[in-house]
């Protein structure tokens, strides 16, 4: 079974910047899909920031200009710099991963999630 560890969460000023980190470890052939979602206060997963294989990222309207994702498909790791951020931003953030496994199985793996928190 895939599992995802995330990092870098934590508490910084507005126009402040935080880093994320996505590790896939376990029985991983290939990737596809690499995603952050950030839980909203209705309990709602929204898409942050999407990156494929052979696609350009995609990101939410809000984020636009100031977040960045990127990838090492070799590590299996996913990142999400964050630039500028605002009370807006504060959320419980998820790393998204599909992944094939060694049996040639397609696997959809979420990170345990990260708290950001910018004080207003």
């Known amino acids: 079974q895939v599992r995802l560890t995330e990092s870098g969460g934590g508490l910084v000023q507005p126009g402040g910047s935080l880093r994320l980190s996505c590790a896939a470890s376990?029985?991983?052939?290939?990737?596809?899909?690499m995603c952050w979602y950030r839980q909203t206060p209705r309990g709602q997963r929204e898409l942050v920031a999407r990156?494929?294989?052979?696609?350009?990222?995609k990101y939410v309207d809000s984020v636009k200009g100031r977040f960045t994702i990127s990838r090492n498909n070799r590590e299996n790791t996913v990142y999400l710099q964050m630039n500028n951020l605002g009370p807006e931003d504060a959320d419980v953030y998820y790393c998204y991963m599909r992944v094939m496994n060694n049996a040639a199985r397609w696997e959809d793996a979420w990170g345990q999630g990260t708290q950001v928190a910018v004080p207003s």
């Open positions: 376990g029985n991983i052939f290939t990737n596809d899909d």
């Open positions: 990156s494929t294989r052979n696609g350009g990222p």
